[in-house]
């Protein structure tokens, strides 16, 4: 049974960064759609991040494009989101995801989720 797990997650003041990794366990080899989403207070989940784990093109919402890079590392079985320039309104719970074809920015494609990683950016 694959797992997706998250770690990196903290508190960092505005202009900081951080790294977050999904790591996962089991066999993947069916799912090339990973992605990151998150959760910010009150609010829905939304779709930050996607990268195809075979051919690694990625996809990047506007609200972060310039500032978050997702990649992978096919050796560790490893998804990143390398995040720079934290704003505030960053602040949620980051959550890694898997489907079977990239290409989604809809959360319910997604069929394997992990646990989440709080991240909060103080002003």
């Known amino acids: 049974q694959v797992q997706l797990v998250e770690s990196g997650g903290g508190l960092v003041q505005a202009g900081g960064s951080l790294r977050l990794s999904c790591a996962a366990s089991g066999r993947t080899d069916s799912r090339d759609g990973m992605a990151w989403f998150r959760r910010p207070p009150g609010k829905e989940r939304e779709f930050i991040s996607a990268?195809?784990?075979?051919?690694?093109?990625?996809e990047y919402a506007d609200s972060v494009k310039g500032r978050f890079t997702i990649s992978r590392d096919k050796a560790k079985n490893t998804l990143y989101l390398e995040m720079n320039s934290l704003k505030p309104e960053d602040t949620a719970v980051y959550y890694c995801?898997?489907?079977?074809?990239?290409?989604?920015?809809?959360?319910?494609?997604?069929?394997?989720w992990g646990q989440g990683t709080q991240v909060t950016v103080s002003s």
């Open positions: 995801a898997a489907r079977r074809f990239v290409g989604s920015r809809r959360y319910r494609d997604y069929d394997l």
């Open positions: 990268i195809s784990w075979s051919s690694g093109w990625t």
